[in-house]
């Protein structure tokens, strides 16, 4: 029997490859000195792809040269560079990772509001130039009488917020949906959870519907003791006004994992000492980044030999068959 074919975007972990190229016959997009030769070349043969945030947008055009695409995985939870909605409407099925990665992203929020809040980062900083010769660190604001808001209480939310209940801070929570079963104060907009908290922690999804959802009116009602942590999408924050609200004392700092033009990171953020910066760490332990790989190969091989995808996203679910 011939084997599905399959487009892999851009490079993923050895294992991953050596697993779909043992099942499938694999087409490697990223070794293409013509990228568009070889699709038109190979397009009409793709069945299946494999693709992540690292090869970019997985738009229109590419959807439309596979004529006979029947599912996209894609490596990792969000899934805003795939246009979905052109998927859906030729019937290929999406599928992500979530699940496997919750517990590594939140454990990473967390670090990352520490290193924040009591300057981490910055004291090392000080200690390896030898300055703690000259004097002690300055000291640091503190999370002691912290009220926690959290933008997008979902499975990763969620995690963030199980483990802040062991710091003994008060949490708070906005999205568009009230959770009944949840324990935390529920804000209907997101301005009146900036005015009741002084941490912001986003973990919404990307995409259109949350562009620029923390902005200059945001920030303002954050405060001037405030903080930002950001380890959704750099799209949700506006950057611009962040870089301002820094600089003018708006808000008081800010811990970012994610940015608007990755792997680019303003100059103007990088120059700003108190900030604490990641380059887009959330889920990328090697036991993490596996299991997430694991969840690719797997969604492709239960589609082709049972027609089932194992986590197919929300806009595209409707299409998988009655089990
Ligand atoms: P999830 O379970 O789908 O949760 C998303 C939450 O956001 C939901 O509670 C949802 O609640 C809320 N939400 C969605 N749209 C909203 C809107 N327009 N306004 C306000 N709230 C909104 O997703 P997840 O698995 O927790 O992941 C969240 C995102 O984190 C991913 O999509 C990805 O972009 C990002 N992420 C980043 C990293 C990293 O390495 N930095 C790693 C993993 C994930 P309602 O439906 O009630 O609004
Ligand atoms: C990954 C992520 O870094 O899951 C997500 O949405 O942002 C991260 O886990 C990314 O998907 C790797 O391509």
Redesign the pocket.
């Known amino acids: 029997m011939t084997q599905p074919d399959i487009l892999m975007t851009a490079p993923m972990q050895p294992a991953v490859i050596a697993a779909l190229e043992a099942r499938f016959t694999m087409h490697r997009l990223w070794e293409a000195p013509d990228p568009a030769a070889f699709l038109r070349e190979i397009g009409p043969s793709i069945r299946g792809m494999a693709t992540s945030t690292l090869y970019g947008r997985v738009d229109a055009e590419l959807i439309g040269a596979l004529r006979q695409l029947e599912i996209i995985a894609s490596f990792?939870?969000?899934y805003?560079q795939i246009d979905v909605a052109v998927a859906a409407e030729r019937g290929v099925v999406v599928t992500n990772t979530?699940g496997v990665?919750?517990e590594e992203?939140a454990d990473l929020a967390v670090g990352l509001l520490l290193a924040t809040v009591r300057q981490i980062p910055a004291a090392e900083r000080y200690l390896r130039a030898g300055r703690w010769l000259q004097g002690n660190f300055p000291l640091s604001p503190t999370l002691r009488g912290r009220k926690i808001g959290i933008?997008?209480?979902?499975?990763?939310?969620k995690a963030i917020a199980r483990r802040l209940a062991a710091f003994d801070v008060a949490i708070a929570y906005?999205?568009?949906?009230k959770q009944p079963d949840m324990p935390y104060p529920w804000h209907p907009t997101l301005i009146g959870l900036a005015q009741a908290c002084d941490v912001l922690i986003v973990?919404?999804?990307?995409g259109a519907?949350?562009r620029h959802?923390i902005d200059r009116p945001v920030l303002q009602a954050l405060g001037r003791d405030g903080i930002l942590i950001n380890?959704?999408?750099g799209s949700v924050v506006d950057e611009d006004a962040l870089i301002e609200a820094l600089r003018n004392g708006t808000i008081l700092t800010a811990g970012l994992?994610?940015y608007n033009d990755e792997p680019r990171v303003p100059q103007a953020l990088i120059d700003t000492d108190h900030v604490v910066l990641l380059p887009?760490?959330?889920?990328a332990s090697a036991h993490t980044r596996a299991a997430m790989g694991q969840l690719v190969v797997d969604n492709l091989e239960s589609w082709f030999a049972t027609g089932q995808p194992l986590t197919p996203v929300a806009e595209t679910a409707h299409l998988v068959p009655e089990a």
Request: no cysteine.
């Open positions: 990792g939870v969000g805003d979530p990665l919750d992203v933008v997008g209480l979902g499975a990763i939310g906005h999205g568009r949906t973990m919404v999804p990307g519907a949350t959802l380890v959704a999408r994992d994610v887009h760490l959330g889920s």
